[in-house]
């Protein structure tokens, strides 16, 4: 049998075949949430994520949502991924060949193949992934201790090698770590039984809350400042910005748009808070994002993320600025995601009602 990347070369050619196969085999549809299963070990743990879900039913057209088929051993033999920012299009197709001891996986889009995954088994467990996509390929070989996943040897191409090792204790996975070169990683550490999330929220509240006046008076500003904004992308991974807009410079923004007037993105001046990535807060990350896993639509994880740097902000509202900045007398500080979709929502619980009243009065909200 040619190679995995000589047959990449060929999948271009073998699509309509492999589907045609592959659907043949289907027995029942099902549903489910993203990302659905993968075969290889540990590929959820490493990355913080959860399968997908089941659905009862297809969800509307404006999200994402996969079809798998499966045949008679249960096993997934198709994947639909049909795209809620097309509508409900689908865009993506996967095609599984399980053989006896090797599992091929052919994954395509409207415009053609983009990787090819071939899983060799022995004993029933999974010893090896070969894979080749448009970009680059890459090999995981795989090792177990009492028949579970131990040692995870990856190299990709471009990359440097890296190793992952897993403990495991009678309840399930324990810790897992990625080391590369003489770098080592925590991807996912089981939190101890007493851990208590909204403690640790809490404490990295009070955390923030005593770090950002600080970070803030180390900034290079020469003119009264308006607002202080707590700018991030992703809540759950409580990593946060702060920028700050003069009085002038917020008079130029809300000229162009109202909006613009809370644009930390459109700020001069700003830095960044860095937590320790240890202890506490890499708990508080890790738990957010498998939170939000359990159901990507709802974000409950993000939700616990985005309350917390508002509740930051409404703190800091109450801070005496005058030892630490020029401030105007209306400055506000409050947490903004980047793209400003949370703005609204935030301001409500950043500001006091008063606060919030003016602005709405001067036309910047």
Known sequence: MPDPAARFAQLGDEYESRKRSATALVESWDWYTWPGPDLRPLRFERDLLKPGRRLDARPPDNRDVLQIGFDARRR?????????????????????????????????????????????????LMRSA??????????????????????????????????LAAEHDDRGLLRLVQTTGNESRVLYTRPPANFDLDAACRAIEDLLVALIPDAAARLDVDDRIACLALSYARPTQL????????????????????????????????????????????????????????????????????RLFCAVAARLNLHDW??????????????????????ERNLTSCLPPDRLAQFHERGLL
């Open 239 to 306: 990593s946060i910005g702060i920028s700050v807009a003069t009085e002038a410079e917020r008079a130029d923004l809300s000229a162009i748009d109202a909006q613009a007037a809370w644009a930390p993105e459109d700020f001069e001046t700003n830095t960044d808070i860095d937590l320790d990535d240890t202890g506490p807060s890499r708990l508080v990350r890790q738990e957010l994002a498998l939170i939000d896993a359990d159901d990507y639509d709802v974000a409950a994880g993000s939700e616990i993320g985005r």
């Open 76 to 124: 997934p033999t198709v994947i639909e991924e049909y795209s809620g920012f097309l509508h409900g299009k689908l865009h993506h197709e996967t095609f599984f060949r399980h053989g006896d001891d090797i599992v091929e996986v052919a994954h395509f889009a409207t415009d053609g193949p983009i990787y090819l995954h071939e899983y060799r088994f022995e004993d029933g």
């Open 130 to 163: 070969t894979m080749v996509a448009r970009r680059g390929s890459g090999r995981e070989s795989y090792a177990y201790t009492d028949g579970r996943i131990s040692r995870v040897e990856v190299e990709h191409s471009g990359g440097p090698p890296a190793v």
């Open 322 to 343: 005058s030892a630490t900045l020029p401030v105007t007398d209306d400055f506000v500080v409050y947490a903004v995601d980047l793209e400003l979709v949370d703005l």
